[in-house]
């Protein structure tokens, strides 16, 4: 574990000192966990890209081919009876 020093206005000092106290945390916990957990959404959502970039395009039609207009990819009348 690392010691880092952070400067919060008074604001954002008092919010943390109180979600951490309804933790059940100390303020040092909770802003750590808070950054851990960040950094996890952050590397998931790169993962998740880099996974969907990687993937071969997919095709919407046959080279040519016209594409439908806007009124027909959004027409649901045919779904419904």
């Given at each position: 574990m690392k010691n880092v020093t952070i400067t919060l206005d008074e604001e954002?000092?008092?919010w943390a000192r109180t979600r951490a106290?309804?933790?059940g945390k100390s303020v040092s916990r909770f802003?750590?966990?808070?950054l851990e957990e960040r950094r996890r959404d952050s590397d998931s959502y790169e993962a998740?890209?880099?996974r969907f970039l990687s993937a071969p395009p997919i095709a919407f039609g046959e080279p040519g081919e016209k594409y439908l207009t806007r009124e027909e990819v959004h027409d649901r009348a045919r779904f419904r009876r």
């Open positions: 954002t000092a008092a106290a309804a933790q802003v750590g966990e808070l998740a890209m880099k």
